[in-house]
């Protein structure tokens, strides 16, 4: 034990030893000790001999120095008994003495449709299986400021599944966690270590058509987080509801994805496995992963955790790279300018690649078309399918549908048929609605499909050919209307009429006019003799430009300023305001029956009377249809309510005011069973009398001619006319009602809110 110490002490006494032996100068010796006094003479004798005094100070030094190395290692092998044998008891110890690293997982979600809500449930129970305890928890209820920081000690692991809302928000549920996370972060009372050893994950939910604020909410939360010191175990998920730039195809493949991720992580946690690190840490310091002690278990487990997020900046960029690497293979440091232009080129061309071949709307409405076809996605995927055919759509392709409207049956069975057998003499037996376009530019409040369709600014899907959709659409509603045969109260006349479609109502659900071969479509319905009523949302006003004549097109004004169009059809467009504007001007430019549908939610568009006036200036329509908003039962995307349903007097007091307003125009028929009126051109009504009807076989003829002269043949709503029905004009004691039917009225039954 003392063997390297002795050795180093004899090692020193011999070097001092030799330097006592040096003998002093010459002239030292000679000097006379005689004349001087005893005092001096000692304080001499000490300067003469003044090396070896320095040399016993060494030697005490060295000898002490020594000794404490020996006693050190003494100490060390002393302990070393006892580690050892911890540890091997620890090796033979059972699991209950074992260190628990997860004690348990909490979910937290924020959702509005409830999709966040249907993931949260998902995660859960795969979290079950592995054994761990899981809590499922509604953001509304959960109260951060007493309970979040407990979490930091719990051991568990928080995970935020929170969808964006309107306007980058987050949903109703989910206002009051967020705005207590954002104001916690910057809040110096609360101070940016308050949520340290919060180990959290989050997925978000969002759109990518809503290019400002795509996945806002899981982003600020993510953010928040990491702002209070809390711990991110893996990268944030962003789940795209925007078939065509989501990562794997749809929402719900993100989410998938991204679970696999969270639970392998997850069960590396249980494990107590924590990532290496590279120790190239973008922040330029030393890496605290390399220690040489076993202590700060914690604190080694955040500075693994967190590595690579030297700042805010670099943590909220947490998606996926696989995307970039391509581009960063082979690349210098440093980039000559010359070499540039190739490395932009190269960029471009992945981006291109990323987004998918994509078809523009063109003026003339003609496909784009593409090499690779079978790249671009589906517009329905399986999820979309599911929930659509559960709702009783039959759809065609991969993004056409139809449905049989209520008023069909109701016509069949003789009981009454829609407001345009009032307004304009369709046979509503013989109606097919229909739509060559699922996907809508709008997300309105009032939506009777809750928002089940897909959403776009542009067609960026795979497409089917018209007459594709056509065939199919003509084959499933006959199928339909067959389903009929023999049902009590159905009359055989009508049955039988209602095989052959005379009509078809583009107004199903979504943007029809996003179809660029709704063109070839429209030809296709007029050559099988079948007229056509399109609805768009006044979004695309080139596309209105560049349509052939249509028996009447329709655009909704849903409101009459830029604030109430924002706050009830929820646009997708930046420049939603100029567009419709531009899209009434466009309408005012068409020749054929135009028709401006104006639906009144109470409470929120009903005041806004000298607006819409202006906005009736701007278009000139034919027609002006008014109707009350149909409440299609409680939904979590919309918080419309009974309430903000307007009476059918309420509708006639409001027509009356505004058809006053208006020098050109007067009412001239009434739905009551419809909750509708229609305020009509004065220029069709002819000597006193209404012609709002129209003449479905003078218009075949006349589009034929159009058709026949390559579109040098024109026509105008006044040459396909048709007196109307005295009982079909407002003020008639039928109110609207056919006489030749019988009025049926339901009661204890739900009410069927399909139809056009």
């Known amino acids: 034990m003392y063997s390297n110490a002795t050795f180093r002490a004899m090692l020193t006494f011999v070097v001092l030893f030799s330097l006592f032996t040096i003998p002093v100068s010459a002239s030292e010796d000679k000097i006379s000790h005689s004349a001087q006094s005893p005092a001096l003479s000692y304080i001499t004798s000490i300067w003469h ?12 030094v060295g000898i002490w120095i020594s000794l404490k190395m020996g006693l050190k290692k003494q100490s060390l092998s002393a302990d070393t008994a006892p580690k050892v044998y911890k540890a091997e008891k620890k090796n033979g110890c059972s699991d209950r003495d074992a260190v628990v690293h ?4 909490k979910i937290f979600f924020g959702s509005q449709t409830g999709t966040a809500k249907g993931f949260a449930k998902q995660l859960s129970e795969e979290v079950q299986t592995l054994g761990l305890t899981c809590e499922v928890i509604d953001m509304k209820e959960y109260d951060p400021d007493d309970r979040l920081a407990d979490e930091c000690t719990s051991r568990s692991v928080c995970v935020f599944i929170v969808a964006t809302y309107t306007d980058g928000q987050p949903t109703e549920n989910a206002e009051w966690f967020c705005k207590w996370l954002e104001e916690a972060s910057t809040d110096f009372r609360y101070g940016n270590t308050y949520l340290k050893g919060l180990r959290y994950a989050v997925f978000g939910l969002g759109n990518s058509v809503y290019v400002g604020h795509y996945n806002t909410v899981g982003k600020n939360v993510d953010k928040w987080l990491w702002m209070l010191s809390g711990v991110r175990i893996m990268t944030r998920g962003e789940g795209d509801c925007n078939v065509v730039k989501s990562r794997n195809g749809s929402v719900q493949a993100d989410f998938e994805a991204w679970k696999v991720k969270f639970l392998n992580r997850l069960q590396n946690l249980v494990k107590g496995d924590k990532k290496s690190c590279s120790g190239n840490c973008k922040n330029g310091g030393s890496c ?9 278990q914690e604190e080694e487990e955040d500075a693994v ?7 805010e900046e670099d943590l909220m960029e947490s998606s996926s790279d696989e995307d970039e690497s391509g581009l960063q293979e082979g690349k210098k440091s440093v980039v000559d300018m010359e070499d540039l232009g190739d490395i932009m080129t190269s960029v471009k061309k992945a981006k291109s690649k990323e987004e998918g071949q994509m078809v523009k709307l063109s003026k003339l409405n003609g496909v784009k078309k593409v090499e690779d076809e079978g790249e671009r996605r589906e517009m329905i995927t399986p999820a979309l399918r599911e929930a659509l055919t559960k709702q009783g759509y039959k759809l065609i392709g991969s993004h056409s549908g139809v449905k049989l409207c209520r008023w069909t049956k109701s016509m069949l069975r003789g009981r009454g048929g829609c407001y345009k057998h009032t307004f304009y003499g369709i046979e509503s037996h ?3 609605e229909t739509t060559p376009s699922l996907a809508c530019a709008n997300k309105c409040v009032f939506c009777w499909r809750h928002h089940t369709n897909p959403v776009g600014t542009e067609w960026r899907w795979k497409m089917d050919p018209p007459e594709k959709i056509l065939q199919d659409s003509l084959e499933k509603h006959e199928n339909m209307i067959r389903q009929f045969r023999g049902v009590p109260g159905v009359k055989p006349e009508r049955y039988e009429e209602g095989l052959a479609v005379k009509h078809c109502a583009l107004s199903l659900v979504g943007e029809p006019i996003m179809y660029p071969e709704i063109n070839t479509f429209l030809r296709l319905l007029h050559s099988h003799r079948i007229s056509s009523f399109l609805v768009t949302n006044a979004q695309f006003p080139q596309e209105i430009r560049s349509l052939v004549p249509v028996t009447q097109l329709y655009v909704s004004v849903d409101a009459s300023t830029k604030d109430s169009l924002k706050k009830i059809d929820r646009p997708l467009f930046k420049d939603f305001w100029p567009r ?3 899209s009434l001007r466009a309408l005012g430019e068409k020749r054929q029956r135009t028709v401006y549908r104006l639906t009144l939610v109470k409470a929120w568009n009903v005041e806004e009377m000298q607006a819409y006036s202006e906005l009736i200036a701007l278009g000139q329509p034919d027609f002006i249809e008014v109707k009350g908003v149909t409440y299609c ?11 903000n349903v307007p009476w059918h007097q309420e509708v006639v007091a409001f027509v009356q005011q505004l058809a006053d307003m208006l020098p050109q125009y007067e009412i001239a028929c009434e739905h009551e069973h419809s909750n509708c009126l229609l305020i009509a051109h004065t220029k069709f009504k002819v000597d006193g009398e209404w012609w709002t009807w129209i003449d479905y076989e003078r218009f075949q003829e006349l589009v034929q001619v159009h058709e026949d002269s390559g579109g040098q043949q024109s026509f105008s709503a006044l040459d396909y006319v048709a007196k109307t029905p005295r009982w079909a004009l407002f003020g008639a004691e039928e109110q609207g009602f056919d006489p030749n039917d019988t009025r049926f009225q339901r009661r204890n039954k739900t009410k069927d809110i399909s139809g056009c």
């Open 102 to 105: 997860v004690s348990g997982v």
């Open 305 to 311: 955790t967190r590595q690579n997020d030297g700042s």
């Open 288 to 296: 605290k992963n390399k220690r040489k002690d076993g202590h700060g």
């Open 49 to 60: 001999n003044r090396l070896y005094l320095y040399s016993a100070a060494a030697v005490f």
């Open 580 to 582: 419709f504007q531009d």
């Open 430 to 432: 013989r109606c097919m």
């Open 633 to 643: 039962g409680e939904s979590s995307a919309s918080s419309l309510t009974m309430a």
